[in-house]
């Protein structure tokens, strides 16, 4: 049995014809389960945005290296602060210095001292507790401040209070983010062990459609679905492999299918997946490869197609094969898709661990007028969330909401998910959207 049929066994209620969301999601973890990439190399930090660790990277120093204020203000021993002092009362120390970052105060302190002492200053010893300057009355070499606005410790940061030396700082598969590039910096590593890129190679197909430069023709519309895709696998942080616009030949088809199996570790074609007379795509996907071909209950993106291009004719599906993802010619269908499936099978491909593959979390949001909506589908209707004070966010249906229509999800910021078994939503309504990427 091939590995397609094999998934599909496996599977409850299995039906291609009528697939569900849910159902593409798990077929599809499990076709990738196996991570494709394996290969590693030391990249540099400035580099390192949005690959997938290698290894754990383990702390080689406490972060911070030293206890430090928190605050501009005064550093003094706060065992003189009682918790029965009268709500009134003060608190007066003799300033015998002042503690700058970068350099260490090592005066000599006697009972009733403080320190000025600036943010991240290293913590004078003998002192633990630091008062804000604007809680201060200074006069001379006198600082006066309330009792009653801090108790021992506060604004004291421990060494190793971020991170201790010796213990994981990031996890193998996790996906480098700004934040994350910011913690390797701030232990003192100049490079990180990362995954190789995910390769992917794209490419539309359609007589219909017109490449950037060539002159408008009548029932011709130019390519946006490569551009798309482009961006959205540039932001995943693929390889791209882009192969272009591909007639309407199989002889064609046939032979660019070969070249991007060839060349990458999947591969994304959109348009030919359905039925119609000149989709040979289909039929040329099922000669090549092991190959699946749904009709998905969602709106928009009905048709798609899902299987294993053999990296040699002469060699079986598997081992050596590029996982491929047939999408469908509209555009916003092109972009749903991607996200809904195709995005968290590649980070699963790519090595990240299963946290960082899931697709991301859906917001609520109260619906700012009625939308209509048949159960038996999932629909992705592009919104437009905004902030609402003290209350669930609100989000408007944006514009136009036709599969081919990309202004409108130039204008939403998130696509509302109306779920498989969900009606109309009137207004006022929770309803879930899956936020877009800015």
Same mark, same amino acid.
């Given at each position: ?69 928190? %605050?501009?203000?005064?550093? #003094? ?78 604004? @004291? ?72 895709? #482009? ?53 040329? %996907? ?51 898709? #991607? ?56 989000? @408007? ?42």
């Amino acid at each position: 049995m091939s590995r397609i049929a094999d998934i599909a066994a496996a599977l409850a209620g299995y039906d291609p014809q009528a697939l569900s969301v849910g159902g593409v999601q798990a077929f599809l973890a499990q076709l990738v389960a196996p991570a494709v990439v394996s290969e590693r190399e030391e990249v540099a930090l400035r580099e390192a945005l949005g690959r997938v660790l290698a290894e754990d990277i383990v702390s080689p120093v406490n972060v911070p290296p030293h206890d430090n204020s928190a %605050m501009d203000g005064f550093a #003094f021993d706060g065992a003189i602060l009682r918790d029965d002092s009268p709500t009134d009362a003060s608190i007066e120390l003799r300033v015998v210095g002042t503690a700058l970052a970068g350099t260490a105060w090592r005066g000599a302190l006697a009972a009733g001292d403080a320190v000025r002492i600036m943010t991240g200053a290293v913590m004078p010893e003998g002192l633990d507790t630091v008062i804000p300057q604007e809680f201060c009355k200074v006069d001379g070499d006198r600082v006066r401040f309330p009792a009653k606005v801090l108790r021992r410790g506060d604004n @004291r940061r421990f060494a190793g209070e971020d991170l201790m030396q010796g213990q994981p700082a990031l996890r193998r598969g996790e996906r480098l983010s700004p934040a994350a590039l910011g913690m390797v910096a701030s232990l003192g590593l100049p490079s990180v062990p990362a995954l190789r890129r995910l390769r992917v190679a794209y490419f539309s197909t359609g007589d219909e459609i017109l490449s950037l430069g060539e002159p408008p023709r009548e029932g011709a519309v130019y390519d946006s679905n490569r551009y798309t895709v #482009f961006g959205l696998l540039t932001r995943l942080g693929c390889e791209v492999v882009d192969l272009g616009l591909v007639r309407d030949d199989p002889a064609t088809l046939a032979a660019t299918l070969q070249q991007a199996a060839s060349q990458a570790d999947a591969i994304i074609t959109s348009g030919g997946v359905s039925v119609g007379a000149a989709d040979h795509t289909r039929a040329v %996907m099922q000669q090549l490869g092991d190959m699946a071909f749904w009709r998905v209950a969602m709106r928009p993106g009905r048709p798609m197609a899902v299987g294993l291009v053999p990296r040699s004719q002469q060699a079986p599906p598997q081992p050596g094969s590029a996982v491929l993802f047939g999408l469908p010619g509209n555009p916003v269908a092109v972009m749903v898709t #991607f996200l809904a499936f195709v995005r968290p099978a590649l980070l699963r491909m790519m090595g990240c661990h299963e946290i960082a593959a899931a697709p991301p979390p859906l917001l609520r949001a109260r619906a700012a007028s009625a939308i209509r909506k048949k159960p038996g589908r999932t629909e992705y209707q592009r919104g437009f969330v905004r902030a609402v004070a003290g209350a669930l966010p609100e989000v @408007r249906i944006a514009g136009n909401q036709g599969s081919g229509v990309l202004s409108s999800m130039v204008e939403a910021n998130g696509l509302v998910v109306l779920h498989h078994d969900q009606g109309n939503v009137a207004a006022g309504d929770e309803v879930d959207v899956m936020m877009l990427e800015a």
